[in-house]
T-cell receptor
């Protein structure tokens, strides 16, 4: 399983791009990188996932390095509602298990 | 997106009693469900993985006789906390993998358990 490492906290100004890094140096070849966020003890909300290629959806972009040992989640225009704890994790295709790191507490400042 | 519903959203029980938490996939069939526990200001800790029709696989340090998991159908998994104690008070969250989209995991809204 990928062991993920994230900075414990980050700040970002409203309207700016928020770039959240995640190291997953032990990730295996068939293991997807997932990003979720959690707002104040609610259930985690899915953001994006990827395997090798960079991905983009309506919420965010995911940039995965060529060696797949790290990735960056990009929120292009952060709003106050993006304040949350962001978790990256790994899941093996075929769904053995999904585990998370300690997460990054992102605070968007007005 | 797919919907996972957990019930109850919160529960208070007396020490020594058992509590059952349900996790349902409402609009998809879930081949695999995960159960997590989360203490305040900590990350989600995986407790066990359950596959429909088979025994759950528990993570190291999680007592299988205390946390009973049943995944009887493709839309329902239950977690029973037996003989609950105050230290079992936590936020319990389930997640489900869709049968036809096995690279996506969907989470329930969580259950806040308080043992008094």
């Amino acid at each position: 399983d990928a062991k993920t490492t994230q900075p414990p906290s980050m700040d970002c100004a409203e309207g700016r791009a928020a770039n959240l890094p995640c190291n997953h140096s032990t990730i295996s070849g068939n293991e997807y990188v997932y990003w979720y966020r959690q707002i104040h003890s609610q259930g985690p909300q899915y953001i994006i996932h990827g395997l090798k290629n960079n991905e983009t959806n309506e919420m965010a972009s995911l940039i995965i390095t060529e060696d797949r040992k790290s990735s960056t989640l990009i929120l292009p225009h952060a709003t106050l509602r993006d304040t949350a704890v962001y978790y990256c994790g790994g899941i093996i295709q075929g769904a053995q298990k999904l585990v998370f790191g300690q997460g990054t507490r992102l605070t968007i400042n007005p | 997106g797919a919907v996972v519903s957990q019930h109850p959203s919160w529960v208070i029980c007396k020490s020594g009693t058992s509590v059952k938490i349900e996790c349902r996939s409402l609009d998809f069939q879930a081949t695999t469900m995960f159960w997590y526990r989360q203490f305040p200001k900590q990350s989600l800790m995986l407790m066990a993985t359950s596959n429909e029709g088979s025994k759950a696989t528990y993570e190291q340090g999680v007592e299988k006789d205390k946390f009973l998991i049943n995944h009887a159908s493709l839309t329902l998994s239950t977690l029973t906390v037996t003989s609950a104690h105050p230290e079992d008070s936590s936020f319990y969250i389930c997640s489900a993998i869709a049968r036809t989209r096995d690279t996506e995991a969907f989470f329930g809204q969580g259950t806040r358990l308080t043992v008094v």
